[in-house]
């Protein structure tokens, strides 16, 4: 089931696309765009445009073919046309970006070192946090909704475990907790009495106090 932001993101793509497609079917020459209008020569041309005209990747035409998929789809359903346009298509692929920077080992051991003064802890929760993410791989979304009542320990082996539905995939994992994982919560728990995992974090200030631990660690 969707969340209420989940559906609006939805309408939002979904509206931009209907605008995107409105003023490339008027640009065609279409007044009103009809389902049997659409063709594959038409999808082509389209996807020429949103990458062309628009400059954008690849990747963000595909959302847009996604939206449009769905929508032939369903006409189909509704017997508004028995053959779905996309049959054949293909998308031009623009040039892969410049991969994005990773952090090394080093300067996650800048990070690790910092220390802080009594009123610098909004940045050792900031820090410590980020550390419970790298070593668990866990989204921030995950980190924020993970309930301590999740928390397990196998008495046979003595791992510790985390089971959670992630918010993206809708998939269940359960993730084992190293032991800097496990020190992490220990310090973040120190100063919650909160239900949730690592207390009540919010995404905004944690990126806000990420840029000024960059700049600590120099990185």
């Given at each position: 089931e969707r969340?209420?932001?989940?559906?609006?993101?939805t309408t939002s793509k979904?509206?931009?696309?209907?605008?995107?497609?409105?003023?490339?079917?008027?640009?065609?020459?279409?007044k009103e765009l009809k389902f049997i209008d659409v063709n594959l020569s038409f999808l082509q041309n389209f996807d020429k445009y949103l990458i062309y005209t628009?400059?954008?990747?690849?990747?963000?035409?595909?959302?847009?073919?996604?939206?449009l998929k769905v929508l032939?789809?369903?006409?189909?359903?509704?017997?508004i046309i028995d053959r779905n346009p996309y049959k054949?298509?293909?998308?031009?692929?623009?040039?892969?970006?410049?991969p994005k920077a990773v952090l090394t080992s080093e300067e996650i051991d800048?990070?690790?070192?910092?220390?802080?003064?009594?009123?610098?802890?909004h940045l050792a929760k900031a820090r410590n946090v980020f550390m419970f993410m790298l070593n668990t791989g866990l989204r921030f979304s995950d980190v924020k909704n993970a309930d301590l009542n999740k928390l397990a320990k196998h008495n046979a082996t003595g791992i510790v475990t985390i089971n959670l539905i992630q918010?993206?995939?809708?998939?269940?994992?359960?993730?084992?907790?190293?032991?800097?994982?496990?020190?992490?919560?220990?310090?973040?728990?120190?100063t919650t009495e909160s239900d949730k995992l690592l207390g009540k974090l919010t995404m905004q200030p944690i990126n806000?106090?990420?840029?000024?631990?960059?700049?600590?660690?120099e990185i």
């Open positions: 969340t209420e932001t989940n559906e609006k993101s979904d509206e931009v696309c209907r605008r995107k497609l409105e003023k490339f079917a008027k640009l065609s020459g279409y628009h400059k954008i990747q690849s990747n963000s035409a595909e959302n847009y073919h996604k939206v032939f789809n369903q006409a189909i359903i509704d017997e054949g298509f293909k998308p031009i692929k623009t040039e892969i970006g410049v800048k990070l690790r070192g910092l220390d802080f003064a009594d009123e610098e802890q918010k993206k995939t809708k998939n269940a994992v359960e993730v084992v907790l190293n032991q800097e994982a496990r020190m992490m919560i220990h310090r973040l728990r120190a806000r106090n990420l840029k000024i631990l960059a700049e600590m660690a």
